[in-house]
């Protein structure tokens, strides 16, 4: 896995072994490895083809552009159905529970902060230990909606996801509320909605509640610089 501290793309909804097995782990790290950190130049923003994990880079003066403070409350989260326990026989993590479409979920377990303390992630975690708290905050909140919408909503597959595609982002509470998000799966893009809030120290997230929404119309990707893998551009 290659890292790079500029503007060059950093090589790399997957769970660590301990929690969720040895085969989701292989497929966590083979997509962390073509890792793309975005910057919010948006006319420089090249999302990897998947299987990849791309997040956003940004200065911290961007940032605070990107997150004016908004007038409107965040909606209220509708709880989530319990997840499925696993047999005891299986060597698999229990699955998360299944979202309804357009449903918000809250989410109960969290994962970005596993699978960034992985020894393979060690490249990753020194270059985000470079960022200032809130850059590193779009990053960690980005890994931890691409894992949690892959394991609520199985019918995507998630690669890459933009916080500020479709709407700035804000931040309320010291929480990320990025409420016109974007994920790409299967070279297709959908909107999303998320509520992040990270550790004091930004090793993990601690709250996360998100919603998909709908499929977004190839007319509108050149407006928003979606595209469906860097090798279309």
């Known amino acids: 896995m290659t890292i790079t501290l500029d503007d060059s793309p950093i090589e790399e909804s997957p769970s660590p072994r301990s ?3 040895t085969a989701a782990s292989i497929v966590f790290h083979t997509a962390l490895l073509g890792l793309l950190l975005l910057g919010p130049d948006k006319d420089a923003a ?4 998947p299987p990849s994990i791309a997040v956003e880079l940004m200065t911290a003066a961007q940032f605070a552009a990107l997150t004016a403070p908004q007038q409107a409350p965040p909606a209220a989260p509708a709880a989530a159905a319990p997840a499925a326990e696993a047999s005891p026989d299986s060597s698999a993590a229990r699955p998360a529970a299944k979202a309804a479409p357009g449903a918000t979920v809250r989410a109960t377990e969290f ?3 596993s699978l960034l303390a992985e020894p393979e992630s060690a490249k990753l975690r020194a270059a985000m230990t ?3 708290g809130s850059e590193r905050l779009v990053q960690l909140c980005s890994i931890e909606a691409i894992e949690q919408i892959r394991r609520a909503r199985p019918e995507f ?5 933009v916080a500020y595609a479709m709407a700035d982002m804000a931040t309320r509470d010291g929480a990320l509320v990025a409420d016109g998000g974007a994920f790409r799966s299967r070279r297709e893009w959908y909107e999303v909605k998320f509520t992040c809030r990270a550790a004091a120290d930004y090793s993990a997230v601690e709250r996360f509640e998100f ?5 977004i119309p190839h007319e509108q990707w050149e407006e928003h610089y979606l595209t469906a893998a860097e090798s279309d551009e």
Request: no cysteine.
């Open 111 to 113: 994962f970005a902060g």
């Open 157 to 161: 597959d998630p690669d890459t996801v």
């Open 46 to 49: 090249r999302p990897l083809p």
């Open 19 to 21: 929690a969720w097995g």
């Open 211 to 215: 919603s998909v929404g709908s499929f």
């Open 130 to 132: 470079t960022l200032d």
